[in-house]
T-cell receptor, first 114, second 111 residues
């Protein structure tokens, strides 16, 4: 069975600073993908970044980067130069390449302070 | 290009009533999913489909049924609504192992 753990229910960061949101996972699948989604207060789910388990380099998308440590089974999201609009819930998710289930973590609520 | 749409956006049901939530996608995605989101619990998978005419159970399927008669549509049915089914329901679609695209959600209250 797959499981995602996000141990930080809430995080605060000062505007323009970087922040790391933690995600650890458990799976027996040899090949899998890791995803991060943002959910602002308006409720929609927004895809941010993807990391494949066999990707050699950490994924980056603009101000978002994924710190992937396969041996530690962690896939932390790093947001650089935080903006007020980054205040939202952030969900880590994973999917085994040979299954159809996406599994989501409980989320971390990020608040960016002016 | 509307992406993923959900109908309705809000609904209030009485215990025991039935209803169907409709999800439609125009991206020709093979995979479609129904989730429920409850406070503090993230998203939990109810049912999913890997293609037209196929459905499978997710983590929390009890009390729900689904159908995928057309590739672009995925229906979620509640035969006899219960207060425990009060939640926000999200539909999503994807190409195989790629990222999911989500609909705007349906807020359901069962009294």
């Amino acid at each position: 069975a797959q499981k995602i753990t996000q141990t930080q229910p809430g995080m605060f960061v000062q505007e323009k600073e970087a922040v790391t949101l933690d995600c650890t996972y458990d799976t027996s699948d040899p090949s899998y993908g890791l995803f991060w989604y943002k959910q602002p207060s308006s409720g929609e789910m927004i895809f941010l970044i993807y990391q494949g388990s066999y990707d050699q380099q950490n994924a980056t998308e603009g101000r978002y980067s994924l710190n992937f440590q396969k041996a530690r089974k962690s896939a932390n999201l790093v947001i650089s130069a935080s903006q007020l609009g980054d205040s939202a819930m952030y969900f880590c998710a994973m999917k085994g390449d040979y299954g159809q289930n996406f599994v989501f973590g409980p989320g971390t609520r990020l608040s960016v302070l002016p | 290009n509307a992406g993923v749409t959900q109908t309705p956006k809000f609904r209030v049901l009485k215990t025991g009533q039935s209803m169907t939530l409709l999800c439609a996608q125009d991206m020709n995605h093979e995979y479609m999913y129904w989730y429920r989101q409850d406070p503090g619990m993230g998203l939990r998978l109810i049912h999913y489909s890997v293609g037209e005419g196929t459905t499978a159970k997710g983590e929390v399927p009890d009390g729900y049924n689904v159908s995928r008669l057309k590739k672009q549509n995925f229906l979620l049915g509640l035969e006899s609504a219960a207060p425990s089914q009060t939640s926000v329901y999200f539909c999503a679609s994807s190409r195989m192992s790629y990222e999911q695209y989500f609909g705007p959600g349906t807020r359901l209250t069962v009294t």
